[in-house]
Nanobody, 125 residues
């Protein structure tokens, strides 16, 4: 299965910012939504943010509302997740996902066909 290419992430102190990027180049005709998920070892994937690639809105999980922004850079075929005012509890592995999604459930992992390799986000006190 083809894999999305992710970049960004890393380590930052609490209150800092990080940006994650997900390249959708080559997948445009096969997707209508992109989302970011987080997953800890042995844990379920949790939706962080999602966006319709053709326009039509963004969705956020409760943890990121007011602090995270998902946006599409059409010129670069990239979906970016800007994470501000980071907290230690944001520490996790983050994955981007893309696929054809229906009208609802963009923050659930079912229906996302393509996944990135994951990138670690670590927030320290």
């Amino acid at each position: 299965q083809a894999q999305l290419r992710q970049s960004g992430g890393g380590s930052v102190q609490a209150g800092g910012s990080l940006r994650l990027s997900c390249s959708t180049s080559g997948f445009e005709s096969s997707i209508n939504a992109v989302a970011w998920f987080r997953q800890g070892s042995g844990m379920e994937r949790v939706g962080v943010a999602a966006i319709r690639t053709g326009g039509g809105g963004e969705w956020y999980g409760d943890a990121g509302k007011g602090r995270f922004t998902i946006a599409q850079d059409k010129a670069r075929n990239t979906i970016n997740l800007q994470m501000n005012r980071l907290k230690p509890e944001d520490t996790d592995m983050y994955f981007c996902a893309a696929g054809l999604k229906g009208d609802s459930g963009l923050l659930t992992s079912d229906g996302y066909t393509y996944w990135g390799q994951g990138t670690q986000v670590t927030v320290s006190l």
